[in-house]
């Protein structure tokens, strides 16, 4: 059984990820090529089917990162096509443990579409029967000036516990955190999982800070940090330092931002 050290030797390796003061549970990452498909599904002229195509490539890449620095590593034995011949064709080497259980969470309906192309993904490197796709329908509520003051639960199907299990909330815009907490809240006396993951195309200042206050064992990955709205002496700080940092607007929506993205994915402006 061949055993090569550059197959043995292997760690979770982190993402390239820009400097900020948000804690250690927050990645914003510094990937040029995320950054640029993300650029483009924001775009005013960005339409159907375009979105989702460029939602499937942010969110297959996004996997990738994520599993690379989250996920366990376990030994094992592979074999190739060549073992017939050279039983070096046999060898031993450290590949994410197909053991690993994951909850994909589909937040509707931003989320419905990130949520299965996590699924699928999670799917194809994982035992299928530890893969499992949780539903929640939920959705921000406005007080007065539209202002976010919640969010508002319609339904839910959880699928079972999430012991020792990766949760990972596939959520494209963290604005508020109105969500993503509440969402939290609903797992919290489901079992103790191994780490919540939330994947983000964009949050804000606002978001990181509510949701990392209230829920701060929660492992964040974005792909942009929006505070347009900062002043512009803010914008030139290291992010994280001044709590006059902004992203968004009165109504709560984000800038730069991608506008309603559940509207605009779903062709559906209500």
Do not use: W
Not at 98 to 106: F, L, Y
């Amino acid at each position: 059984m061949l055993r090569d050290s550059q197959y043995l030797n292997r760690r979770n390796t982190a993402a390239n990820e820009i400097e900020h003061k948000y804690g250690a549970n927050v990645h914003l990452l510094d990937d040029p090529y995320l950054f640029t498909m993300l650029a483009k599904l924001c775009h005013p002229e960005c339409k159907q089917p375009a979105i989702n195509q460029l939602l499937d490539i942010l969110y297959r890449q996004l996997v990738k990162i994520v599993v690379n620095a989250e996920f366990p590593l376990i030994e094992t034995q592979l074999q190739t096509r060549m073992a017939s011949t050279h039983p070096e064709g046999h060898f031993t080497a450290a590949v994410i443990d197909p053991s690993q259980s994951v909850v994909s969470v589909n937040l509707a309906r931003a989320g419905t579409l990130p949520s299965q192309i996590c699924f699928d993904a999670f799917n194809y490197f994982l035992n299928s029967d530890g893969v499992r796709q949780d539903h929640i329908s939920i959705n921000r509520v406005t007080g007065a000036n539209d202002q976010v003051v919640g969010a508002n639960l319609s339904g839910a199907k959880i699928g079972g516990d999430i012991n020792d299990a990766f949760v990972v909330i596939p959520d494209p815009m963290g604005a508020t955190g109105s969500t993503i907490r509440s969402a939290m809240n609903i797992y919290k006396d489901r079992g103790k999982p191994k780490r919540f993951l939330a994947i983000h195309l964009v949050v804000t200042p606002e978001y990181l800070a509510a949701v990392t206050k209230e829920h701060p064992e929660i492992v964040v990955y974005a792909v942009r940090l929006d505070r347009g709205l900062s002043p512009p002496e803010i914008l030139t700080t290291v992010p994280g330092t001044n709590p006059g940092e902004r992203g968004l607007n009165a109504k709560q929506y984000i800038v730069p931002g991608a506008g309603g993205l559940g509207e605009v994915i779903n062709n559906a402006y209500v």
